[in-house]
């Protein structure tokens, strides 16, 4: 993996989101709502620790992995690497773009992947922060249609970058 400005910027965003992490959930009470209804309710608990470690590992750990998937990609066979019409993609002379599309497609669904998650552990810290303890499922709804739309226009992206071969 380079570590060019982007790569810089990446890392400081997690920093940024860990130390989130870690300052908020530093105020949660001993036993954490993790699992919430549809109307907003807790039905489901873990203790602050876990919870805390689950968040880190969710919202940093997993996209950063997929940065490190990216800067991967090239040094995979290409057996492993799963894109449309593969056979033609991964010629040698196409080879080298193609791996660029798809590491710079999994660093953009790591930076979606990494604010979602993020504004999760905001709203879970919100709902401790009221009493009675409610989660906003309207923003959650809205965040996760946001999350949708951008995965959306990562794969749709994917698909016009790699077409079928003429």
Do not use: K
């Not at 810089?8 to 920093?15: E, N």
């Not at 492993?80 to 196409?94: A, F, G, S, T, V």
């Not at 604010?115 to 552990?121: K, M």
């Amino acid at each position: 993996m380079r570590f060019d400005g982007q790569g810089r910027r990446f890392t400081l965003a997690c920093i940024a989101v860990a130390a989130f992490v870690l300052l908020t959930a530093a105020d949660l009470p001993a036993v954490v709502a993790t699992h919430f209804r549809m109307d907003g309710s807790p039905d489901g608990y873990l203790s602050r620790h876990a919870y805390t470690v689950g968040a880190l590992l969710l919202a940093v750990a997993l996209p950063a992995a997929l940065t490190l998937l990216a800067g991967l990609l090239g040094r995979l066979p290409d057996g492993l690497l799963n894109l449309p019409h593969r056979q033609h993609w991964l010629q040698p002379e196409r080879r080298p773009a193609s791996i660029a599309f798809m590491a710079g497609l999994c660093r953009y669904f790591a930076a979606v992947l990494l604010l979602f998650l993020c504004f999760v552990h905001g709203l879970i810290v919100m709902a401790h922060a009221q009493q009675p303890l409610r989660l906003d499922t309207g923003s959650l709804l809205i965040a996760a249609g946001v999350l949708l739309l951008a995965v959306t226009a990562g794969v749709v992206a994917m698909l016009r970058r790699f077409p079928r071969p003429a």
